[in-house]
Each structure stands twice: as C-alpha cells, then as structure tokens.
C-alpha cells in the first residue's frame, strides 16, 4: 500500500486511541501526576483461573504499596466495589485469580482494571483489559465445513421437506439469520442454566432453527448466522438504554445493564453450544454480530452520536458474543457487520462511513485486549439497483468505486481495495495473520435483463474464487422477496411464483466442470475482454 495511505490509517488509529483515552477505555500506559505509568498486558485463562500480567515503568504514589486487582462488568468506567487481589507494587508483577466458572461470580465477561490507594480511595492506574482466550473453556470444536465459497441466502421454505433445490444449485454456504428475540422467553420449553441462573426459552422458534440449520449441516453446507435484535414488548432489556428511544428495525444489544448482560450472555452461549455440531442440531461455523452496524439509525440504532463511544458499545457487545461463541466452539468465526459504504457518509451521526468504524472498532478492541474477530461486508453495487456496473450509470456513479484504498463504496468491482486493506498490520489478528473476510450478502438484480444478473454472479464469484482471504460470498437471494422487488431489487434466482431465472442456471454451474463456459458467456455480457486481468487476483 501507498506510504500516503499507511501513514493515514496510522493517525487515524491513533486518534481512535486518543479518543478511548478520554473514556478510560485504553490499555496503554497512563501519564499523569501520582499514577505512574503502569498498564496490564494480558488476562487469559490457565485452567481454572485467569492470569493477568501487570507491568510498570514508572510506579504510582501508593498508601501502602500495593496494587489492587478489580473485576468489573463492561458498562463500569471506574473501580468499583471490593478488590479480588493484591500483591507488592514491582515492575512486573503476576496476577492469578479463580475464573469461577458455571458460577454466578464467573469472570468470562469481565474486564480487569489495576488501582493504588492513595488518600483512602482506590485510584485507577492502567486501562481494563478483558479475557483474549476464551476458546480455552471450549469442549467441542468441530471442524469448519471449508466445502467451498459459494454460498446463498436461502429461502426458508426450501430447505428440507423433500425440496432439493440447494442441492442443485451446488450451495456450499447457508445463511440465514437469528432473532435474540424469538429465542428469548417464548413458551419457555427449553430450560437453559448458565453461570448459575436459569434462562427459560422458546421451543418453538430454536425448532424452526434447528431444521434450517440441521438441514444445511447434512447437506455439507457450512452455515453463517446473523445475530439481529428486534424489538419485542416484554423484553425490552435487551436493547441498550441509548437505543430505546429510537424506531428502527434492530437495536444496539444491551451490555450496559446487569439484567440485559446476563440475558446476552446467557442466550448467544446457548445458540452457539446448541449449533457446535455434537448435538445433533446442526453446526454454525460463522456468527456475525449484527447487521451493517455502520448505518446504525436503520440496522443498530443506538442515540449515541459520537462514532468512539458508538463503537465501544458495539465493541462490548461484540466481545460479549465473542466469548460466549468462542468458550463453545473455538473454530467458530465471530464478525463484524459493514455495508458498502467505505468512506462515504450518508448522515453525520446517524451514518458512519464503514471503513472509520472498523478503524474505531479495532481500536477499542485492541485497547482492551485484541481478539480474533472477524469481517462480514457486504459489498453491494452503486446504486445497489444498477447491475450493469461495467456500464456506470452515470459520471456519479463511476466516481464511487475506485481501485484506491478511499473509495467511496466498495463493490464486487474493486474489492481487493477491502482485502489489501486488511492486510495492514494493524489490522491483523493477535497471530499477525489476516483475519477472515466474509462477504456475508451481495445481490444483483435482474431488472436490468436476466442476462446481466446472471453475469454479474459469474463475475463476483470468481472475484472471491481468485482471492485468497475471501473465505465465502452469500448471495442475496435464493427467491425475490416483495419487500425489495418494491424497492428495484429483483435479486432472487427466481421470481416470487417459483420461476428460475438464468441467474439460476450460472449460480448452479460457475463452479463446475462446466464453468469455464459459464465464464466465456459472462465476459460476453459484460464486455471483458481480458478476464483474468479484471480478476485483481490477491
């Protein structure tokens, strides 16, 4: 990548950091008059406890010498309650407290924070940090269904029951999505005791799931599930207390209550132990937490304005899921959810840009101790009705998709942009390695002429097909949804009446022996005269 554009991405984290400063969000080295510079480096399970290591290069003023470990819940800015631990103030000093475990006082959600006492008051010197490791407390970690990229969002009337349809059509990724909110209370059948209370939930919605995703696992399909959370009378604790207030189709998830906490813990832990593969249920390889978090006013409302105390929210959300998935299936992906919209802002404060979202996101995370998290994008058209994208629209149009890391949109045309940019070193997991990339829903519709949103599939398959950290592309639809056709997006491979399309007949075969064919058509269409050159292969 360009020196321009590191040395950008660069400032722009820092100021993230910065920013997490002002919250006490940080885990970097605190400077100020009588705190030293003291920060934690890590907090990762060993067994049946959690060791935390502290280190100092210039110790704080102290009543008595010593520092004092605090276990706090993730809406907590400040230390507060009894210490768990203390020990003599040193350059290095280790930690090791229980995890507690299948208790009521379990730690696995707990952020750790380091306090001196001075004048009588316990007094914070470093940023919190939480677990990183919680795959440790995992029993059953099935193997990924790695069959393949080619995935669809599929039309739950077709899965099962006699219907072969997804057989046909050669799909190798299910996705579909979960409300919190059908799973929650309910006839409450389903009897679920977690970290030592007992959650009662809804037998009939986890039956309709459980076909969907059963199905897709026998079929040898590898499944991703989008975590949404509606808002249902009664439960209204589950969505965070900035998002009440707001009408929208999702909410910002409630980890700013102990009540609403406990409840996502409790719900995301047992969809991911009841989707691990060994309870005969079906497997979830891939969760993502939310849906186009970016766009909060329409997909994850929250009322906060300000884009870094957005994003610790989404961030705390986010490491709830995580380590309530990851402590059930340590090979499971956990993802965060962007749109199109890399560097463009729609409305300021209701509409974030995706790329500094994610640059916030990570920050916050990696402030707090840095996780494997993972990339769901949806890398739509622009407009998202304009198929013939090698035809722009207008002068408009062409000027939002660039092959330049500040596009304004991303699209199936230039995303090697996303990729060469998660290729960055900040932006890589704590292996250093590039973390997975979903494109979890894309679409084309046909109402440009069949032939074009059959070509446009071929196109944006064997984009993924040629890159290396794309792991899968979800296509958006299996059938034409009403509500979309209204809007000018007729992106099923077959119409409402059950009518397949030619997109049917180039989804089922671009990766088959025959696909060579359906490539030669596709570059037809399109006008490609050197496809392997448009490929921008990674």
């Given at each position: 990548?360009?020196k321009?554009?590191?040395?950008?991405?660069?400032?722009?984290?820092?100021?993230?950091v910065?920013?997490?400063?002002?919250?006490?969000?940080?885990?970097?080295?605190v400077?100020?008059?009588?705190?030293?510079?003291?920060?934690?480096?890590?907090?990762?399970?060993?067994?049946?406890?959690?060791?935390?290591?502290?280190?100092?290069?210039?110790?704080?003023?102290?009543?008595?010498?010593?520092?004092?470990?605090?276990?706090?819940?993730?809406?907590?800015?400040?230390?507060?309650?009894?210490?768990?631990?203390?020990?003599?103030?040193?350059?290095?000093?280790?930690?090791?407290?229980?995890?507690?475990?299948?208790?009521?006082?379990?730690?696995?959600?707990?952020?750790?924070?380091?306090a001196?006492?001075?004048?009588?008051q316990?007094?914070?010197?470093?940023?919190?940090?939480?677990?990183?490791?919680?795959?440790?407390?995992?029993?059953?970690?099935?193997?990924?269904?790695?069959n393949?990229?080619?995935?669809?969002?599929?039309?739950?009337?077709?899965?099962?029951?006699?219907?072969?349809?997804?057989?046909?059509?050669?799909?190798?990724?299910?996705?579909?999505?979960?409300?919190?909110?059908?799973?929650?209370?309910?006839?409450?059948?389903?009897?679920?005791?977690?970290?030592?209370?007992?959650?009662?939930?809804?037998?009939?919605?986890?039956?309709?799931?459980?076909?969907?995703?059963?199905?897709?696992?026998?079929?040898?399909?590898?499944?991703?599930?989008?975590?949404?959370?509606?808002?249902?009378?009664?439960?209204?604790?589950?969505?965070?207390?900035?998002?009440?207030?707001?009408?929208?189709?999702?909410?910002?998830?409630?980890?700013?209550?102990?009540?609403?906490?406990?409840?996502?813990?409790?719900?995301?832990?047992?969809?991911?132990?009841?989707?691990?593969?060994?309870?005969?249920?079906?497997?979830?390889?891939?969760?993502?937490?939310?849906?186009?978090?970016?766009?909060?006013n329409?997909?994850?409302?929250?009322?906060?304005?300000?884009?870094?105390?957005?994003?610790?929210?989404?961030?705390?959300?986010?490491?709830v899921?995580?380590?309530?998935?990851?402590?059930?299936?340590?090979?499971?992906?956990?993802?965060?959810?962007?749109?199109?919209?890399?560097?463009?802002?729609?409305?300021?404060?209701?509409?974030?840009?995706?790329?500094?979202t994610?640059?916030?996101?990570?920050?916050?995370?990696?402030?707090q101790?840095?996780?494997?998290?993972?990339?769901?994008?949806?890398?739509?058209?622009?407009?998202?009705?304009?198929?013939?994208?090698?035809?722009?629209?207008?002068?408009?149009?062409?000027?939002?998709?660039?092959?330049?890391?500040?596009?304004?949109?991303?699209?199936?045309?230039?995303?090697?942009?996303?990729t060469?940019?998660?290729?960055?070193?900040?932006?890589?997991?704590?292996?250093?390695?590039?973390?997975?990339?979903?494109?979890?829903?894309?679409?084309?519709?046909?109402?440009?002429?069949?032939?074009?949103?059959?070509?446009?599939?071929?196109?944006?398959?064997?984009?993924?097909?040629?890159?290396?950290?794309?792991?899968?592309?979800?296509?958006?639809?299996?059938?034409?949804?009403?509500?979309?056709?209204?809007?000018?997006?007729?992106?099923?491979?077959?119409?409402?009446?059950g009518?397949?399309?030619?997109?049917?007949?180039?989804?089922?075969?671009?990766?088959?022996?025959?696909?060579?064919?359906?490539?030669?058509?596709?570059?037809?269409?399109?006008?490609?005269?050197?496809?392997?050159?448009?490929?921008?292969?990674?």
């Amino acid at each position: 990548m360009a020196k321009k554009f590191l040395s950008s991405f660069l400032q722009t984290l820092f100021g993230a950091v910065i920013a997490l400063g002002v919250f006490s969000f940080t885990g970097f080295p605190v400077n100020a008059q009588g705190v030293g510079a003291v920060s934690i480096g890590s907090a990762t399970i060993n067994g049946s406890n959690v060791n935390i290591s502290v280190s100092a290069s210039d110790l704080p003023d102290s009543d008595d010498g010593k520092f004092y470990l605090f276990s706090e819940k993730p809406y907590q800015g400040t230390v507060a309650g009894t210490p768990i631990a203390s020990a003599a103030m040193g350059g290095s000093v280790a930690f090791q407290v229980p995890l507690n475990n299948k208790t009521a006082d379990c730690r696995l959600y707990d952020k750790f924070q380091v306090a001196v006492l001075q004048g009588g008051q316990y007094v914070a010197v470093a940023g919190a940090k939480y677990i990183t490791n919680p795959e440790a407390l995992a029993s059953a970690s099935p193997a990924r269904k790695n069959n393949g990229k080619k995935g669809l969002i599929l039309d739950g009337a077709k899965i099962g029951n006699g219907n072969t349809e997804n057989s046909q059509l050669g799909v190798q990724q299910a996705a579909y999505n979960i409300n919190l909110e059908d799973v929650i209370g309910g006839n409450g059948q389903v009897v679920y005791d977690y970290n030592g209370k007992t959650y009662n939930f809804d037998s009939s919605y986890l039956s309709q799931y459980d076909h969907c995703i059963r199905t897709c696992t026998q079929q040898g399909m590898g499944v991703t599930i989008v975590l949404l959370n509606p808002r249902a009378a009664g439960e209204e604790f589950m969505i965070s207390p900035s998002s009440r207030g707001g009408k929208a189709l999702y909410y910002m998830m409630n980890t700013s209550e102990d009540k609403g906490l406990e409840y996502l813990e409790a719900v995301v832990s047992y969809l991911a132990y009841r989707y691990n593969g060994q309870n005969g249920f079906g497997q979830v390889d891939n969760w993502v937490i939310g849906n186009e978090v970016n766009a909060k006013n329409v997909w994850n409302y929250s009322s906060v304005n300000d884009l870094m105390a957005y994003a610790q929210l989404y961030a705390d959300e986010l490491r709830v899921c995580y380590n309530a998935i990851k402590s059930r299936n340590a090979n499971a992906y956990v993802c965060i959810s962007l749109d199109q919209n890399w560097t463009q802002v729609h409305n300021t404060g209701s509409y974030y840009s995706a790329r500094a979202t994610l640059e916030a996101i990570n920050a916050c995370i990696t402030a707090q101790g840095n996780i494997d998290w993972g990339l769901a994008e949806h890398p739509y058209n622009y407009p998202m009705t304009w198929t013939t994208f090698w035809s722009p629209k207008n002068e408009t149009a062409q000027a939002m998709i660039r092959h330049d890391i500040n596009t304004p949109y991303l699209s199936m045309e230039n995303i090697e942009q996303l990729t060469d940019y998660m290729c960055q070193p900040a932006m890589r997991n704590t292996k250093g390695a590039v973390r997975p990339i979903l494109l979890t829903e894309v679409g084309y519709s046909s109402t440009q002429g069949e032939e074009a949103q059959a070509a446009a599939i071929v196109y944006a398959y064997q984009r993924v097909a040629t890159n290396q950290y794309i792991k899968l592309i979800a296509f958006n639809r299996q059938t034409d949804y009403p509500l979309e056709v209204s809007q000018g997006l007729s992106v099923g491979l077959s119409k409402q009446d059950g009518t397949r399309k030619l997109a049917f007949e180039f989804y089922q075969q671009m990766n088959g022996p025959n696909a060579g064919t359906y490539i030669q058509r596709a570059a037809q269409i399109m006008g490609i005269a050197d496809w392997n050159a448009a490929m921008n292969a990674r």
